[in-house]
């Protein structure tokens, strides 16, 4: 006897809230953007906005269904299953936020805010979530298979990310490493940087187009479904013993990138969340390739 669905909706805490946690009252949090020029009229609207699309969706799910809610901060903990349809209700990046959690369970992603947001991942609008959720738990659903990256160590730690994964010091200063390639001849080369960006064909219109446009770069950037990944160094430096000859590059599914660390402490961080990184120390190995896992995103 299968499980019936269960709707899991994702989301993030508002700018408001937020504010009503550091100030205490919503006259507190008025008077601090006030004397800032800004007015909290406009953050308290964005946040009714969102509360009023979460209760949509909770609303449209089907009455056989389990359903229940996971904030972002909280995704860390939050046990999956199989039978889950994962309904993200926000912006794009929250999308990301989840995606390294999940195997394959069907995702929906709800603009919380149309018009602030791309709309890249949140593709749709809370009122069309009655039709979409018994079409995302259905066998003949249309989803797109978006590539994701992964890091893991020498000593079997793991990490998972949908736009990129950037490998280097904390605080952004100079890195120290030898960087090679799967199944080349050439040897790892030794560099020093602010780090190493490896990312995907979503990521293409973040971090990773921000680095390809600075430099120029004639490398084409893969597709959101493209089985590859795309790689920059950042701020290479050259000296008498780093060199900068593998500054950029293409990784083909089964290739990989490999660093050994030659700094006291580097870290690898993916979509832009620093607060779940992996730490790396001095002679470990992290190899950065295409996930096996993908996120199946909903048309």
């Not at 504010?19 to 919503?26: E, F, K, M, S, V």
């Amino acid at each position: 006897m299968s499980l019936a669905p269960r709707a899991v909706l994702v989301h993030r805490t508002t700018e408001y809230e937020e504010l009503l946690a550091r100030h205490g009252t919503h006259g507190q949090a008025a008077f601090f953007l006030s004397a800032r020029g800004r007015s909290v009229d406009a953050v308290r609207e964005r946040h009714e906005r969102t509360l009023r699309a979460l209760a949509e969706v909770a609303g449209a799910v089907p009455l056989a269904w389990r359903q229940t809610r996971v904030e972002r901060a909280d995704l860390d903990r939050f046990l999956f299953g199989p039978e889950d349809v994962v309904v993200v209700v926000g912006q794009d990046g929250l999308v990301a936020n989840a995606a390294k959690y999940l195997s394959g369970q069907p995702v929906v992603g709800i603009d919380a805010d149309p018009g602030r947001n791309p709309g890249v991942l949140v593709r749709h609008r809370a009122d069309r979530a009655r039709r979409l959720l018994p079409y995302a738990a259905g066998d003949g659903a249309t989803v797109d298979e978006l590539t994701m990256v992964e890091a893991v160590t020498d000593d079997a730690q793991r990490l998972l990310a949908l736009n990129e994964i950037y490998v280097g010091p904390r605080g952004h200063q100079t890195a120290r490493y030898t960087l090679g390639l799967d199944a080349t001849e050439a040897p790892p080369e030794p560099q020093a940087s602010s780090g190493v960006l490896v990312g995907t064909g979503t990521g293409a219109t973040g971090w990773l187009r921000s680095l390809w446009e600075q430099r120029s770069s004639t490398l084409p950037l893969p597709s959101p479904a493209d089985a590859r990944l795309a790689w920059f160094v950042r701020e290479a430096w050259p000296s008498p013993t780093t060199g900068t000859s593998r500054v950029e590059g293409l990784l083909d599914p089964g290739q990989g990138l490999r660093l050994t660390v030659e700094s006291d402490r580097l870290v690898a961080f993916g979509d832009g969340v620093e607060s779940d990184a992996l730490e790396l120390t001095w002679g470990q190995t992290v190899r950065l390739s295409v996930a096996g896992p993908r996120l199946r995103l909903v048309h």
